[in-house]
Every structure is written in C-alpha cells, then in structure tokens.
C-alpha cells in the first residue's frame, strides 16, 4: 500500500510534498481559502468517496443535463444495477440530454478533500449499449471557478471504458486539493451516447480541531483487524484467534474447493468438538459467491470479537458460548475471492469471482428438492403417505459426474454430519433478508412461495434486518431498483426471483436446519475504508440472529425402558406440515413462535406419544422431553436377534395382540359377507 505524507499552507496553489509515490506535484483549487493551514499525517492511499457505497448522497451528484429522471446524476454510481425497463426511474447510469463536449457529472465531497483518481464504468442496460471513451477532470472549491487537471503543461486526457462492464482507473498526474470534482466526456461508443457510472478516490483533509469529526470517521471503537484478508491471511487470523481463545476454538476444514483451498471452519463453543446433549447447532456461511466479501469480513470480526469478549467476561457472549455450538465458515468460494482479490475492491466489477473456478453458481447448486416435493404432492393421491421433510438426494445428483462443485459436495456434507438448527447465508450487493423457499412452484420469474413455517422464517428475517443499523434506516436509499423498505427490508426469496436450488430450500427440505440470506451491503466489495462502518452496522444483528437458535421447544426423546436417546424419531407439530428429526443422541431443536402446540413423537418400532408444549416470549426454549415405548413386535426382534428367550410378560402381549387382531379381522369378515348376502337378497326381489 503506497503511503501520501503532505505539508502544505493553503494559500499556496501548488503544493510540494515531502514524499509521495510518484514524486507528483500536489495541486490545490485557485480558489482555496488562504487563511487556513493544515499539517496531514500519513494518508493511506485514498479510498473512494463512496458513490458506490451510498456514502456519496444524491444531493452531492448534479449533471450538465439528463436524458431523463431515470439516468440522473444519482444514477452515475459504479456498479448500480438498473431494472429491466429502458425509460423507468432505476435505469442503469447517468446519461447527459445533449452529445457535446460540454456535458459533465460534478461530485461534492462536502469539504476540502485531496483528488487522486476516478474509475469509469459504462451503462448498465440489457437494451442498450453505452460508454465514454475518453474524459477530462476539473476541480473547484467553489463549483463557479475551475481548474483542470493537467498533465505536465496539457490538460491531461483520461482513458475510459471500451465496454460496459469492465471499471477502469485513471490516477490524476498531480493529485489535486479541493471540494468539487468534475468528469467531463471528450469521446464516447459512437452507437451510443454519454453514459456513465464512476467512483472517485479522495482522501478528506483532517480537521484537527474537530476531535468528534474525527471520532465519527474511524467507523468503529473496536480493536478488530479491518482489512480484506486473502487465504493466507483470513488463514493466519483464524489461528491467532484459536491461539488467545484455545479453550473456547477449534479450527477445522469441511473439504476443498477446485484448486485445492481448504474451506476452514472456525468452532468456537465451551467444548469444542463436541455435540454436547441439547446444546443447538448454529452455522454462519459467507463468501458462496466470492465477490461478495463482507460476510467474509464480518464473520473474521465476530470470531475476534466472541473471542475477546469471552475473556473480558460479557456475559451476552459467555451465554451465547456456554448454551450454543457456533460454526462460522468464512469463504465458501475461496477460489472465487482471489480471483476479485487480485482487483481490488473497485475494480472487480460485479461479476468477476461470482462463480467457483468451474463457473458454477453455488446460490443454484444445490440439489432442487423443491420439485421432487412438489411433483409427488401432485402424483399422490393418498396424501397420509406424502413426506414433509428430510428429502433424500436424488440419484442424479450423487453420481461422479454431476455437475456439483466440490464447495457445495463438501457443505452437503458437513450439514449431513452436523444436526444444525439454525443458519444464515451472507451475501452482498443489496441490503435485504431473505427467507424461504426461494423458488417459485411453476417456474415463474417470481411469485410468493412461502413454506409451512413462514411466520417463522419471517421472524428470523426481521430480526436480523430491524436490528441492522442500515436497513432499519427508513431514510435510507434503494440500492439498485429494488425498494425493500416497503415489505420492511425482507423478502420471500421467490417473490424477488426464483432460484431453484438454492442453499436455503435445500438447508430446510433435507435438514432440521432453518436458513436465511442476509444481503448485507449494496456495495458488493466495500473498500476496506468502509469495514469498520459495517462492521458496526451488522454486529447487533450478528449477536441476535444467534440467539433465535434458543426460540421454540426442545428436549430428548428416550426410550422408556432404557433410557437411551432415540435418534431418527420424528417430530410432528399440528398445523404445521413440516416435521423434523431427532439427532443421534436422541436431542431435538423445534423452532417455533411463541404460542401453545401439540407435538406428536414418533418413531419405528414405538408407540407414538403426544403432549402439549407452550413456547414463551422468553428468549430461551421450552423443554419438552419424551419416553416412549417400544411395540411388543419391536421387543420381539430384538430379542429375537440376540438369541434370547421371550420373556412372559411380552408373551401375554403378544397373545392379547393376536386375540385383538382376530377379533378385528373377524368382525370385518363377518361385516363383508352380511353386505354380500344383502346385496344378492335384493338381486332375488
């Protein structure tokens, strides 16, 4: 990282710093105040102003012209997605009116701030194809007067894009001081017209005498380690964090990805290692899509906060570690985030490490149960024999050559081996919470598809999203063209778009687990300027979505006779058609809103019990153990397989079995014939 350390007075209009990479001049606007004096530390190289992130608000964008409402200057933010309309309010740039030298898009940084770049991105459109080639930048203190940027003894020309997509930088010959910044097209795609998105890097001078300005600008006052960390170094946290909590962490890996990476997974509980009897399962997953690095980020946060917070005795954490075994698997796509890594946060683009090194969408990836439920639902005429839960693969999709990204073999099967209850799935380029299904039943683009327990899912994502600093901000901007303030910042999944396999249907048809997708920034890639910010607006949320994990009823289901757990038995709740199992040890977890339910156990070869169980408001599970009784039929196999000799008591079951039986089956005969010998009296008459 390149380091600017600047000493200047503002009166002058040329500035000669003390030492900067490239040995440039500093130049400051004609127009600067001359009473004002400055002495700035070590700049990091300048991050960007924040058009991308939101930080850059609508009213510090103005244009020479628009073409409509919908290509606006508040449109001209790198990487905004538009909608798929051509015309509408959430199209997919600026766009000036006019195809002149003349047109511009002006940034108003707020304050005296220190240009060093802009990055160039053409327009968004499915319809239409537009970008500048060349632009020249001009800079003012007071947006009347302006000065361009100069390269040497010419005003400099800067290079653009030659497509739509692909972000271009373009460092200033002489990094520039002043408050407005303006791009301004020279050449464009001559089958289009000026169109463009853009970020511009700045660093914002200090005001030393404002402590509390300053105060806010760090973000956070957390001592966390905020930066992008690639393998190697997300590698080498998880161990140090391992090292100062050794007690309460274990690092384990899941499996690899294509080229090798180890999909490492951070443990952190009072025993770790082990399924404690009745202590639920708790899984986080980030990085399913490479590019979308904060839950990367935050997930690397959270285990040097839990582990620092432990120590210090906060007793929200402790409970959270003393009553939950908490998984967090940072990078599901290691592959695919080097990839974007090597860009860097601006440059990636949006797409670039989306996929695994394959080219495979792991948000589809997942075995499609959805449609294996739906056609039996639609063949089965007795619908007593249709299943609700714990769908197995199908056959295709176990074979060698399925097309399954070894990311997603390896996550299948660290959910099969762990009994999970509840899980989030971090992605990134929007700021939304979405519960299941995520698919929609006849394959329309989207329709509300909920699951038997939606109310719910819809819980869980509000938790999360009513906490998040960001989303519960009713003044908050829509990120692309998606207004989620409207249905409170949560969604059904198939009401945004269907998405047949995805990691969530997938997670609820063949699990007990319940799992959401937490959108967490409309910026794919924050620069690492943004982390801390993020981090404080996500870390409540991170801590209460954990804790619904302790919501609805659990317990053990044991035989009556022996005590021991019961695994595989089955847990009905009335009215809600979708049933869970019991893990190995006989524990079960059955998330539910607060209210009274009826649960049926039940289990081959044992009788079926029922009871009642109420869920508080509380925030910790309603115990609901269960004994149940072998049938005498069961007794008998067991026995009958050790070799053993059938005691008296299961002998005189067994008779009175028989002689009930007998009884049935004899009224039924007799029942048959009294109808046929009607039947053929009236054929007589």
């Not at 309309?85 to 000036?96: K, Q």
């Not at 949006?350 to 039996?376: C, K, P, Q, T």
């Not at 019991?582 to 019990?609: I, K, M, Q």
């Amino acid at each position: 990282m390149a380091f600017i350390f600047v000493h200047f007075h503002l009166a002058q209009t040329t500035l000669n710093p003390t030492s900067y990479p490239a040995k440039q001049e500093i130049l400051l606007s004609e127009t600067a105040p001359t009473s004002m004096s400055f002495v700035i530390c070590i700049f990091p190289e300048c991050p960007p102003l924040g058009l991308e992130s939101l930080r850059v608000k609508d009213t510090q964008l103005q244009a020479s012209s628009i073409k409509h409402y919908g290509l606006g200057p508040h449109r001209g933010r790198l990487n905004i997605q538009s909608g798929l309309e051509d015309g509408d309010e959430y199209d997919g740039a600026w766009c000036a009116k006019y195809e002149d030298k003349k047109q511009w898009l002006e940034v108003d940084a707020l304050r005296p701030t220190l240009f060093t770049g802009v990055i160039l991105q053409g327009r968004n459109s499915i319809w239409s194809w537009d970008w500048v080639h060349t632009y020249k930048v001009q800079l003012s203190n007071d947006s009347m007067v302006w000065k361009p940027s100069m390269n040497g003894s010419r005003e400099a020309v800067f290079e653009g894009n030659q497509d739509v997509e692909t972000p271009v930088l373009a460092l200033l010959p002489e990094p520039m001081v002043a408050r407005y910044l303006r791009i301004n097209p020279q050449t464009w795609f001559e089958n289009g017209t000026i169109c463009l998105r853009a970020e511009v890097l700045g660093c914002p001078i200090p005001d030393p005498n404002n402590i509390y300005l300053l105060e806010a600008e760090q973000g956070s006052r957390e001592k966390l380690d905020f930066r992008h960390h690639n393998y190697k170094e997300m590698r080498k946290l998880m161990k140090v964090v391992n090292e100062e909590c050794p007690d309460i962490t274990r690092i384990y890996s899941i499996g690899k990805s294509y080229q090798g990476l180890k999909l490492y997974v951070m443990e952190i509980s009072d025993n770790p290692g082990t399924h404690e009897l009745g202590e639920p399962e708790f899984r986080y997953v980030a990085g399913m899509h490479g590019n979308e690095v904060l839950g990367r980020e935050l997930l690397l946060n959270l285990m040097q906060y839990m582990c620092r917070e432990y120590k210090l005795g906060n007793q929200r954490v402790v409970r959270l570690i003393k009553e939950t075994r908490i998984h967090l698997l940072p990078s599901m796509n290691p592959d695919g985030y080097e990839m974007a890594y090597k860009k860097g946060s601006e440059l990636a683009s949006w797409a670039l490490g989306r996929y695994s090194y394959e080219g495979i969408d792991m948000n589809h990836n997942f075995a499609d149960l959805n449609s294996v439920m739906w056609d039996a639902q639609e063949l089965e005429t007795d619908k007593s024999k249709l299943i609700n839960h714990y769908f197995p693969l199908p056959e295709n999709y176990t074979s060698e050559h399925a097309f399954v990204a070894s990311e997603t073999r390896a996550v299948i099967n660290w959910m099969q081996t762990i009994p999970f209850v509840l899980s989030a799935n971090l992605h990134g380029g929007e700021l939304v919470v979405t519960y299941p299904f995520d698919m929609t039943r006849d394959w329309a683009p989207y329709e509300h598809t909920p699951t038997p327990d939606d109310s719910f899912f819809r819980w869980l994502a509000t938790v999360y999203a009513s906490t998040n600093q960001v989303m519960s901000n009713p003044d908050r901007r829509t990120c692309h063209y998606k207004d989620f303030l409207q249905n409170n910042n949560i969604i059904n999944g198939a009401s945004w778009h269907t998405v047949p396999g995805s990691m969530n249907d997938f997670s609820y048809l063949h699990t007990n687990c319940f799992e959401v997708t937490v959108e967490l920034s409309c910026d794919k890639f924050p620069h690492a300027s943004e982390l801390p910010t993020e981090w404080e607006n996500n870390k409540e949320s991170l801590l209460v979505y954990m804790e619904q994990v302790h919501r609805g009823i659990k317990g053990v289901i044991r035989d009556k006779d022996t005590e021991a757990g019961i695994a595989d038995a089955i847990i009905k709740v009335e009215d809600i058609d979708h049933h869970i199992r019991s893990a190995f040890d006989g524990d079960y977890w059955r998330l539910l809103n607060p209210g009274e339910y009826e649960v049926t156990v039940s289990a081959e070869g044992y009788f079926s019990s029922r009871r009642l169980c109420r869920v508080e408001y509380e925030h910790y599970p309603t115990i609901c153990d269960f004994h149940i009784t072998k049938t005498p039929k069961q007794r008998l196999r067991e026995i009958l397989a050790r070799g053993g000799k059938i005691p008296k008591d299961l002998q005189l079951r067994l008779r009175q079995l028989r002689l009930r039986k007998l009884r049935a089956s004899t009224k039924a005969i007799n029942r048959r014939r009294a109808q046929e010998h009607r039947a053929r009296q009236r054929r007589a008459d």
